[in-house]
């Protein structure tokens, strides 16, 4: 069975300071992760993925995140954060070896970006 | 297209009424998903479908759910007898799949309140 671990319910920054929300994942073949952010009575936005090749994935707003095999993370990062940042921010994975089925997601890291 | 698109926003409910909830999926996406989300929960999938066959239901839907997508294009979900334990946020999203490496584009859900 695949899951996803979201440690930190809630990630407090200032703006200007880097920030990272955590996700750690578990599959029992190779992963697919994603990243989404939701804003207030919002959907959820796609800001990455990672599928294969370079650790280092970068996407919308200036995100970026770090696939790391042996610690089977999939931090998200941002060098600057921005008061607009303030979402809530969900991981999600698919297991390469379970085919094309649905994502399965954590259970939020909301992000406080403090002015 | 501007996205994939849910009806209603908001529907507040009494307990033991049906209540159907609707999603058109971005064009030519060939995969739904419906998923809910509860507060402080990521999103939960219910099922999905591609094209018009319902390829999978989770054991969180219930009998008293049911989902069509009877075209192939916009899905309804049915939820019979109303519980209270039914209040929640119901996701739709949708891809165009051609691999596992897909990511799904989300609607602004359906938010459901039953009194």
């Known amino acids: 069975a695949q899951s996803v671990a979201q440690p930190e319910d809630q990630v407090n920054v200032a703006e200007g300071n880097p920030l990272t929300v955590k996700c750690t994942y578990s599959?029992?073949?190779?992963?697919?992760l994603f990243w989404y952010v939701q804003y207030p009575n919002r959907g959820l936005q796609f800001l990455l993925k990672y599928i294969t090749g370079d650790n280092l994935v970068k996407g919308s707003y200036g995100f970026e995140a770090e696939f790391n095999k042996s610690q089977t993370s999939f931090h998200l990062k941002k060098p600057s954060a921005l008061v607009s940042d303030s979402a809530l921010y969900f991981c999600a994975v698919r297991d390469t070896n379970s085919g094309n089925t649905p994502l399965v997601f954590g259970k939020g890291t909301r992000l406080s970006v403090i002015a | 297209d501007t996205g994939v698109s849910q009806d209603p926003r908001h529907k507040i409910t009494k307990r033991g009424q049906n209540v159907t909830f609707r999603c058109d999926p971005i064009s030519e996406h060939n995969r739904l998903y419906w998923y809910r989300q509860t507060l402080g929960q990521g999103p939960e999938f219910l099922t999905y479908f591609q094209n018009e066959a319902q390829l999978e239901k989770s054991r969180l839907l219930s009998n008293r759910f049911s989902a069509e997508r009877p075209k192939g294009s916009f899905s309804t979900l049915e939820i019979q007898r109303t519980e209270q334990g039914d209040s929640a946020m119901y996701l739709c999203?949708?891809?165009?799949?051609?691999?596992?490496?897909?990511?799904?584009?989300f609607g602004q859900g359906t938010r459901l309140t039953v009194v």
């Open positions: 599959v029992s073949g190779n992963p697919y």
């Open positions: 999203a949708s891809s165009y799949v051609q691999g596992a490496n897909t990511e799904a584009f």
